[in-house]
Each structure stands twice: as structure tokens, then as C-alpha cells.
């Protein structure tokens, strides 16, 4: 059983910055792709960037590349998700979760965190 837990969102002005952190525990976590994905309110689940295990391969949905970088440091078990440039449709709660397997839907990941509120105002 793997816990997550993301820190890290909060209310910046458009073209600001902030850092996402996910913590995990009780798993190896070198073994989980971490992905983030976010949610508006009256939307659908979206994948914003995913990273493999080690690593080594990284995706980004098309509204933030060039602007968001996910990273990891296994040693501290953690996933960050750096966003820069920020827009206020960019505005939604952002999850982390791992997957044993590397790919974009969140339907194949089976630990989730409990979202942090990221807020962009104009």
C-alpha cells in the first residue's frame, strides 16, 4: 500500500511560479511512474506530466509543455512538479499517483494523493 501526500499549491498571479511536491510512502518507490494530473471544477480528470520510475523518461500533456518540468528524488521519495508561467486555466486541484506501469491514463493508477489546490488569478 503506497500513501501520497502533495504539498505545495496555493493562490500566485498569472506568469508566477510554484513547485508541487508529492510525498510517498510505504512502498519502493522507484518501482512507480508518478503521474500528475489535475481537476477543474465541471471537468474531467486531466494528465499534465508523468515520470518513469528511475527517472529516465518523462511525458507532458500538451497544455504545459514548455512550462511545467516533473521531476523526482528517490532518496527522499518524493515526485515535484515545477510550474512556471502559470495561466488561470491552469487553475484546478492537482493529484499525484503511481502507477506500476508508464502511462498517461489515470485509470491504471491505483494510489492517489488528496490533491492540493493550485489557483491562478488574472
Known amino acids: 500500500q503506497v500513501q501520497l501526500v502533495e504539498s505545495g499549491g496555493g493562490l500566485v498571479q498569472a506568469g508566477g511560479s510554484l513547485r508541487l511536491s508529492c510525498e510517498a510512502s510505504?512502498?519502493?518507490?522507484?518501482?512507480?511512474?508518478m503521474g500528475w494530473f489535475r481537476q477543474a471544477p465541471g471537468k474531467e480528470r486531466e494528465f499534465v506530466a508523468l515520470i518513469s520510475g528511475r527517472g529516465r523518461s518523462t511525458r507532458y500533456g500538451d497544455s504545459v509543455k514548455g512550462r511545467f518540468t516533473v521531476s523526482r528524488d528517490n532518496a527522499e521519495n518524493t515526485v515535484y512538479l515545477q510550474m512556471n508561467s502559470l495561466k488561470p486555466e491552469d487553475t484546478a486541484v492537482y493529484y499525484c499517483?503511481?502507477?506500476?506501469?508508464?502511462?498517461?491514463?489515470?485509470?491504471?493508477?491505483?494510489?492517489w494523493g488528496q490533491g492540493t489546490q493550485v489557483t491562478v488569478s488574472s
Open positions: 499517483a503511481a502507477n506500476t506501469r508508464f502511462e498517461v491514463t489515470p485509470d491504471g493508477y491505483s494510489y
Open positions: 510505504g512502498g519502493t518507490f522507484s518501482n512507480y511512474a
